[in-house]
């Protein structure tokens, strides 16, 4: 049986908002075999929305791809991908994850589920973030 709830949220929002933005946007579900908490979903969830929000502010691409899905037993993935104006320097991406309250946020979020989240940039070449997120127990399932 496969947790089916984190890809059909993003699917939707995916769906919305190729409605309402001049790029291209693709997206890639692969399964989640892993039972989710409400919290990793939820939080997955907010960090796909905040690497879109980014795209749509401030990335002026002309394609982005994202895909989700489960890496094996290690955990959830979110891949995000653009061909935009990307970020010149180390320097430049502690910046824009210091200051920019989006991107910071993903930081931030990622790290309250003990996550970890790499960001691979060069000016003129896009963006590129990976996601994992470890799979956890689900509290509700755990006995005492």
């Known amino acids: 049986m496969f947790d089916r709830t984190l890809q059909i949220a993003v699917a939707g929002l995916v769906d919305k908002t190729r409605l309402r933005v001049d790029f291209q946007l693709e997206f890639q579900a692969e399964p989640i075999i892993a039972s989710l908490s409400d919290e990793q979903n939820t939080t997955s969830y907010r960090v796909v929305q905040e ?40 320097t430049d991406k502690e910046a824009e994850a210091g200051n920019r309250f989006g991107l910071r946020g993903i930081v931030e979020r990622i790290r309250m589920i003990d996550g970890e989240l790499e960001i691979r940039s060069a000016l003129g070449q896009g963006v590129v973030i990976h996601c994992s997120i470890p799979i956890q127990a689900n509290r509700s399932d755990l006995t005492i």
Not at 57 to 64: D, F, G, I, L, T
Not at 74 to 86: C, S, T
């Open 51 to 90: 690497l879109i929000n980014n795209a749509m502010k401030h990335s002026q691409a002309n394609r982005v791809i994202l895909e989700v899905g489960q890496d094996g037993e290690a955990g959830i993935y979110i891949r995000y991908a653009d061909n935009g104006k990307g970020m010149a320097t180390e």
